[in-house]
């Protein structure tokens, strides 16, 4: 856990560093706002940043978001004053810390922030034979190939390798290519110098450079633009990138993993992945099995999701009824290992005792039986064929048939098939696109039209994920 503090070291934001410290957190400083989105831009891979209450929060939120720094940022101040917590949250901070630090406070940010997502929880036989070939592999150099449905938990497992290589004391920097629009993802990777283009208002450091010494993942890169696929496949080659508006190359020293959530041949016979590429990439392959092929992780994945949100939340531990845990164990996981997070999340938040029963179990989609039906059809279809049910559920539940959908656009119909979606998914972006059985970028375009338009979208799931 790498944190940034922006203040002064010599009073109580400095006691909040030690207790991290102490954590096995590392640390930088910075005494304002300006020297520390220099230390951002430079790609020192901070996962946490502690402001001073006092200092200009709004501003570093919004520089750190207009230069896509997706980094959280926690507002300390001293005393758990009211007016100071709603103004640092109104400036875009994630949360407030009261000062002086309570230790087991830290400890649970940190906890948060460094393990969320990341746990490896196992004890179905498939899986364990794919951590075991991802342990074999993971002190070779080699480019690996992460395949798997969406929500299968491709990042965890790279994470894994990652920790297992002798590359583990450098950086591991990921950079999901779905989330960010093509005309941006340049710059992300290689980085740009000061002017560069519109917008460029410093020299700021690529992934590429960030991961230098470690590992760099790039996230569902079958999004990626196949125009800037040529760029990517020369800077493996030639190990060394060039910044947007740089004058010389730069060299780097970074091992690659990839994860795709499509099957990447096929794309290559489309013409919408490029074969050298592939196979550059295609040195070592994996896949990751879906939930439903390892149906023997879906109870210790809800046992851990259960502690960890009931921690997150404040709230008492709360163990799963036998009963809930097998109305769990019988669901087809569509949206696999997020969507089994999501349904124990929710469930935490309504268990009415101490125990998690049947009723705080909310499941969506499609029976086991129908969905083992649909994966006999095409993708096409079955993608078609799960959307097609999930609305068809959510009428039925709502009593509302279908020609109560008499005298309603096509348009309107959808926009509320996918914002109740989303809202199901906790905004989760990428489980709601593949509930609807449309692109990620589909997803992201029409939710920029909906805002737009002055419609509430709800905010992605990642800008929760820290307290929340």
Known sequence: MRILIIGSLSAELGQAGR???ARGAKLNQADDVLPALAMLRAGTGTDLVLCDVRLDVATLVRSMAGERIATPVIACGIGNDADLAVAAIRAG???????????????????????????????????????????????????????????????????????????????????NCAAIPDNLLESELFGHEKGAFSGAVARRIGKFEAAHGGTLLLDEISEMDVRLQAKLLRAIQEREVDRLGGAEPVKINVRLIATTNRDLLTEVRKGTFREDLYFRLNVINMNVPSLRERPGDIAPLAEYFSRKYAEVNGLPGRQISPEA???????????????????????VLLAAGDVIDVDAIELGGATPATDHAAQHLVPAAAAAAAKQREYSGAAASAGAPVGALVGRTVADVERDLI???????????????????????????????????????????????VLA
């Open 325 to 347: 845990m097998a109305m769990l164990e019988a669901h087809s996981w569509r949206g696999n290992v997020r969507e089994l997070e999501n349904t124990i999340h929710r469930a």
């Open 93 to 175: 901070a994630r949360e407030y810390l009261p000062l002086p630090p309570d230790a087991d406070l830290i400890a649970a940010i940190l906890e948060a922030v460094g393990s969320d997502g990341h746990a490896l929880i196992h004890r179905d036989p498939v899986m364990k034979a794919a951590i075991k070939r991802a342990e074999q592999v993971a002190a070779s150099e080699a480019s690996v190939l992460i395949a798997g449905e969406s929500g299968t938990g491709k990042e965890v497992l790279a994470r894994h390798i990652h920790r297992k290589s002798r590359r583990a004391g450098g950086p591991f920097v990921a950079l």
């Open 419 to 465: 914002l109740e979606t989303l809202t199901h998914c906790l905004g989760n972006r990428t489980h709601a696109a593949t509930i609807l059985g449309i692109s990620i970028r589909t997803l992201r375009n029409k939710l920029r039209d909906y805002s737009s338009a002055g419609v509430r979208v709800p905010p992605p799931a990642q800008a929760d994920r």
């Open 19 to 21: 207790i991290a410290i």
